[in-house]
């Protein structure tokens, strides 16, 4: 049985920075695709960031080169590093686990979810 638990999530400024990270069990996260997405209030959910089990790393255009997205075998978890944060970031954000082969965009191709965490960017 696959388990996420997402955590880090809070309130920061705009222009601030913070950290979320998953932890997985049940399955490691290199034998998997692994992926952040996002849902702002009132709005579908949406792809920010997936990394492959080689390592390969995509991004949505409206968060490349301020978020990166990072795997710990060690520690079986995934994190998400977000840095110049906007007003417009503000939302839950999900873990999530494919275990395809190919680096996923939908949330449609992702097997197993985290229970979210809120992120919350005054501005």
């Known amino acids: 049985q696959v388990q996420l638990v997402e955590s880090g999530g809070g309130l920061v400024q705009a222009g601030g920075s913070l950290r979320v990270s998953c932890a997985a069990s049940?399955?490691?996260?290199?034998?998997?695709?692994m992926a952040w997405f996002r849902q702002p209030p009132g709005k579908e959910r949406e792809f920010v960031a997936a990394?492959?089990?080689?390592?390969?790393?995509d991004y949505a255009n409206s968060v490349k080169g301020r978020f990166t997205i990072s795997r710990d075998d060690a520690k079986n978890t995934v994190s998400l590093q977000m840095n110049s944060l906007k007003p417009q970031d503000t939302a839950v954000y999900y873990c999530?686990?494919?275990?395809?082969?190919?680096?996923?965009?939908?949330?449609?191709?992702?097997?197993?979810w985290g229970q979210g965490t809120q992120v919350t960017v005054s501005s």
């Open positions: 990394i492959s089990r080689t390592g390969i790393t």
């Open positions: 049940g399955r490691t996260v290199s034998s998997a695709v």
């Open positions: 999530a686990m494919a275990t395809s082969y190919t680096l996923l965009k939908h949330y449609h191709g992702y097997n197993y």
